[in-house]
């Protein structure tokens, strides 16, 4: 079956740009989670989904980092006025959620990621 | 907050040698513990999970238990092969939903 997809699959912008991530992920799970990775670093966590609710967005740097999910499938990352240190591998992942929602137990499955490079 | 602390890489072996990747957690509450991998050119997939205490996750000849007074997760893998050159990555999971993973452990077997 098909998995999470990501796109675009690189993406290079200069600074102070507008950019979007969309993630589509596996039919049917709940759950959708934004993640950034940094070279040698693992996932950090940015934002999650139940639904079409941002259950928890903590993970959020600052407000230039938007995320929506407007009917509970797709989701897109939104990056305003990017800046250099941008650049990483941004990683959506879902779950099933059947754990009673978002739960620490579900598996998460993972797109290939977007590799976002901000000169 | 919470936190993943693994072995720093990168690891070397031999194929069929025994592998150890340590990994410790700092969490509130019950979490469950994970480990990821991240084969080359590959997106990150679950290796094995464990949910509470004491369970042991296992996948693929890889076993981690779930240490809960030593607050570790422990990767091993009695006899490694080439293709299980990846990176590994411990992670944990909290009833909130949100996963916190370590930085990765690159292994290299060499033939």
């Known amino acids: 079956g098909a998995g999470v997809s990501q796109t675009p699959s690189n993406k290079v912008t200069e600074k102070g740009k507008y950019v979007e991530l969309r993630c589509d992920p596996i039919?049917?799970?709940?759950?959708l989670y934004w993640y950034r990775q940094s070279l040698g670093q693992g996932p950090e966590f940015l934002i999650y989904?139940?639904?079409?609710?941002?259950?928890?967005d903590s993970g959020l740097p600052n407000d230039r980092f938007f995320a929506v999910r407007p009917e509970g499938s797709v989701s897109t990352l939104k990056i305003q006025r990017t800046e250099r240190g941008d650049s990483a591998v941004y990683l959506c992942?879902?779950?099933?959620?059947?754990?009673?929602?978002?739960?620490?137990?579900?598996?998460?499955?993972f797109g290939p990621g977007t590799r976002l490079t901000v000169l | 907050g919470n936190s993943v602390t693994q072995m720093e890489g990168p690891v070397t072996l031999s194929e069929e040698a025994f592998l150890t990747i340590n990994c410790t957690y700092t969490a509130t509450g019950y979490p469950s513990l994970f480990w990821y991998v991240q084969y080359p050119g590959e997106g990150l997939q679950l290796l094995l999970k464990?949910?509470?205490?004491?369970d042991k996750g296992s996948n693929k000849g890889f076993e981690a238990t779930y240490r809960k007074e030593t607050t570790s997760f422990h990767l091993e893998k009695g006899s490694v092969q080439v293709s299980d050159s990846a990176v590994y990555f411990c992670?944990?999971?909290?009833?909130?939903?949100?996963?916190?993973f370590g930085d990765g452990t690159t292994l290299t077997v060499k033939p």
């Open positions: 992942a879902s779950s099933s959620g059947t754990s009673g929602g978002a739960r620490g137990t579900d598996t998460q499955y």
């Open positions: 989904f139940q639904g079409t609710g941002a259950a928890d």
């Open positions: 464990a949910t509470k205490a004491d």
């Open positions: 992670a944990l999971g909290t009833n909130a939903g949100k996963s916190t």
């Open positions: 039919s049917g799970h709940t759950a």
